[in-house]
């Protein structure tokens, strides 16, 4: 193989799988591991990948800037539609208990709550606190703590400690990126700690997030792959990513 064409190789490889490592492309390729560092700096200055300590992630990858509530409200909302949609057959009867955590994809599975399915809903989010108020079947929850105004989430302290004092059903979390190797990760130290806290005290974990995170990376990881049961997303995201979920044990759905 030409020097062009692996890398080329491995610029579609990081794409697909959000992180790779220098001594498994040296073994994919049977080349050197300087060799590997020389094709990732080569395709660093193209702008194709950005090398990171010990490999290389997408050049994307690597979140800046976390957008507010509003600001992604109207991004991808087909996608978000339908992977809400594709969620509902995962709530437990009525009955059951069932934890929403904040974001506008997890807003989305609230406001489609059957009006016949009576739940007790935990949340930190307000949005979704005020939406499922007038759900006739819903018992509602709302979580303590800051709130932050960019997401219209409550963190801290507080909201760990109720956190660790309840068990649910089925825990919707949403999540900023994911990646096989960084598992899945949000901007904020606080969002990422309540979503640590919300995947622990769930029977089934449901992750419903659309293809735009997949394959990124952000500053905290809040779980690893293997802590999740299902993911939903969209049909637009790496198959290669998705059969390797699904070698995870992870049930994963596109809508």
Known sequence: MYAEER???IATLVGQLGRV?????????DVTAETVRRDLA??????????????AVPAAALTALELGTTEREGSRSPEKDRIAKAALDFLPPSGGSVLFDAGTTTARVAALLPADRELLAVTNSLPIATRLSAHPGAQVHLLGG???????????????RALDELRVDVAFI??????LGHGL??????????KRAMIKTAHRV???????????????RFAAIEDIDVLITDDA????????????GIEVLTA
């Open 7 to 9: 890398q080329e190789a």
């Open 21 to 29: 490592a220098v001594t498994d492309l040296a073994e994919r390729y």
């Open 42 to 55: 080569v395709l660093d200055r193209m702008g194709l990948v950005r090398r990171v300590h010990g490999g």
């Open 146 to 160: 800051r709130v932050r105004g960019l997401t219209q989430a409550a963190v801290g302290p507080q909201t760990l």
């Open 174 to 179: 949403g999540t900023n990126a994911l990646t």
């Open 185 to 194: 990760s949000t901007p904020d130290v606080d969002e990422g700690a309540v």
């Open 206 to 220: 449901v992750v419903v997030t659309d293809s735009s995170k997949l394959g990124r990376e952000d500053f905290v």
């Open 237 to 248: 995201g790496p198959a290669t990513l998705r059969n390797e979920l699904e070698q995870y």
